[in-house]
């Protein structure tokens, strides 16, 4: 009775500084159960959130490379790898060469440097698959004019003709240079990528999660990005010939194989 009569008594004056001890006591301990609401929520939701594959772009970080210019089936740079090997694997990396920004590799310059030994500077951007070096056109130097032929390792190996049901990705982004790198609300960075030259990039995900991806080129290894721009970041099914390329997988196709798969 005695707590009843005092709530009873007790009014509260907006400009006194003191409140009165039963509704100090309620709004004390109402605040701690939304602070406590609020935090649980902060720890629980991240928690069932789609988890993304660690990615990198050192972006900042430019370091110097040499090795090997080829310019297909797309532009790479092959660099020795240092430090002992195993014997089933490469003795080289050979890494994706892109333009800063939402650009590819220079094609003018390609030709010039098919097969010869160069030197550059550019930034690492790498996923749990492939790596890529965004690199800056000025740094590139011929450091031999001497013609290299490409390793019997590189050695196209046709595995045949299949259709194949994914989604066409910017390589750039998904390789690392944001994260995630594809999917509808990064259509638009996807479009500009691949209509300046960045090579696309069919990815084919599996209902377990295991991931398959294959750099996208024309019938005869030409680049096809221009002309496939409407169908990239939506459902496809593609057909056309697919090749093993050292640890890639090429697809040759033509834009009329590529058609868009209705969403339900």
């Known amino acids: ?24 006591r309620f709004l004390y301990n109402r605040l701690i159960g939304i602070f406590a609401f609020v935090f649980s929520l902060s720890l629980i939701i991240p928690a069932l959130q789609t988890r993304y594959d660690s990615s990198f772009f050192r972006s900042m970080n430019r370091s110097d490379f040499e090795g090997v ?18 014997e089933k694997q490469q003795s080289f990396s050979s890494y994706l060469l892109v333009g800063p920004q939402k650009y590819g590799f220079p094609s003018e310059v390609c030709s010039d440097l098919d097969g010869k030994l160069v030197r550059l500077k550019g930034a690492l951007i790498f996923n ?31 595995l ?39 090579p696309p990039l069919l990815l084919i995900q599996s209902e377990s999660g295991e991931k ?24 496809v099914r593609v057909t056309g010939d697919v090749y093993r390329w ?5 697809l040759q196709t033509e834009a009329r194989l590529i058609e868009m798969i209705e969403e339900n």
Not at 69 to 86: C, E, K, Q, W
Not at 139 to 151: G, K, V
Not at 246 to 250: A, H, L, R, W
């Open 69 to 86: 210019f080829y310019a297909n089936p797309v532009p790479f740079l092959m660099v020795d790898r240092p430090g002992s090997i195993g």
């Open 212 to 235: 398959l991806e294959l750099l996208i080129t024309g019938p005869e290894g030409e680049t096809i990005g221009q002309s496939i721009l409407e169908q990239v970041e939506v459902p």
């Open 246 to 250: 050292g640890d890639k997988y090429i």
């Open 160 to 198: 045949g003709r299949y259709k194949l049901s994914g989604i066409i990705v910017d390589s750039k982004c998904y390789y690392g240079a944001l994260n995630p790198g594809f999917g509808k609300p990064h259509r638009g960075c996807s479009v500009r990528s691949i209509a300046n030259g960045v």
């Open 128 to 158: 749990h698959s492939q790596t890529m070096i965004e690199v800056e056109e000025k740094s590139i130097h011929t450091l031999s004019n001497e013609i290299r032929e490409i390793d019997s390792t590189l050695t196209k190996e046709n």
């Open 1 to 24: 009775m005695t707590n009843k009569s005092q709530a009873e008594d007790e009014f509260f004056i907006g400009w006194e500084r003191k409140v009165p001890p039963l509704q100090r």
